[in-house]
């Protein structure tokens, strides 16, 4: 029933008041998996679920598994028919309709939105084209953001719709020779990128990658390489707070997420002003190993 104490309208037109109070779209309430769909399978599908279930019941959202499954796949068919088998897929999953004002509703009902998109385009890579299947042996480079991240150790680790935090840091560079941008908390410590997680490789202590305790997203690839990959290889890694003047000290180094894969980073700009030079990376052997045993684990990814 459409509430009739509460108009709205979207660009000068009026639409029925309820279709405007998601409370996704008021609060970011809800959160997203972003999966890569290749040849008409989600290859790491289970990671993505798992993860969805556990951190809707943080946001004190009900959602039943069998119910998301049975969406993503229609979703799927429908691809299908449209002769569709390679792409991305964002499941998104708000809190759904409520009332005005911050506390959720007595009842909670999960709203479920799907979208299917082409391979994103990677920046320095300008031969490749829009759905084209990505390359992750190409080396990207990154930038500082002067945007800190807060400390918020309940939403730590959480892919919440609410990505404010992204949005700001990702606006600071319109220069496409950085693929992405290094993010740092209040304590300098590094946590991840804007749209990644990181991992180092130093002389001293091998593979290392940041603690999201109090900050960042705790990504889907970032946990197949602790759990699986890496364990595999019988590679140790050790999560740990990472000082930015620590990046000086790894020779190699890559971001990660489950739809590009593994990116080796080939150069960074050591410093927040951005004037100092580029320190340059190597895409060596202890990158190339973990990039091969994940595209021997998922296909999609060679």
Not at 69 to 95: M, P, R, W, Y
Not at 283 to 301: E, K, P, R, W
């Amino acid at each position: 029933m459409v509430n009739k104490n509460i108009i709205g309208s979207i660009d000068g037109s009026f639409v029925a008041s309820d279709s405007l109070m998601d409370r996704g779209l008021a609060y970011g309430h809800g959160l997203f998996e972003t999966m890569r769909f290749h040849k008409g399978q989600l290859p790491l599908e289970s990671w993505h679920l798992s993860r969805l279930i556990r951190d809707a019941a943080t946001l004190g959202i009900p959602l039943h598994l069998s119910v998301v499954v049975q969406q993503l796949n229609d979703f799927q068919e429908h691809l299908k028919q449209q002769a569709i088998d390679t792409g991305v897929i964002k499941l998104i999953v708000s809190a759904g309709l409520g009332g005005r004002g911050y506390k959720s509703p007595a009842t909670v009902t999960a709203r479920i939105i799907c979208l299917y998109a082409e391979l994103p385009e990677l920046q320095q890579e300008p031969e490749l084209q829009q759905g084209a299947e990505i390359d992750s042996t190409q080396g990207i480079s990154l930038r500082h953001c002067d945007y800190r991240l807060p400390s918020n150790p309940i939403l730590a680790g959480i892919k919440h719709l609410n990505r404010l935090d992204q949005v700001m840091a990702r606006n600071e560079w319109a220069d496409e020779s950085y693929a992405d941008g290094l993010m740092f908390d209040q304590n300098n410590f590094l946590i991840e990128t804007t749209a990644a997680n990181i991992f180092l490789h130093t002389p001293q202590q091998g593979w290392i990658t940041p603690c999201l305790n109090n900050a960042g997203v705790s990504g889907v690839m970032r946990g197949v390489l602790l759990e699986e990959i890496f364990p595999q290889l019988e590679i140790p890694v050790t999560v740990v707070d990472i000082a930015s003047s620590q990046l000086a000290d790894c020779d190699q180094m890559f971001t990660c997420n489950s739809v590009r894969g593994i990116r080796p980073v080939v150069g960074f700009i050591q410093g927040p002003d951005h004037k100092n030079i580029v320190m340059p990376l190597t895409i060596g052997s202890h990158t190339n190993m973990v990039q091969s045993a994940l595209a021997d684990h998922y296909h999609c990814f060679q």
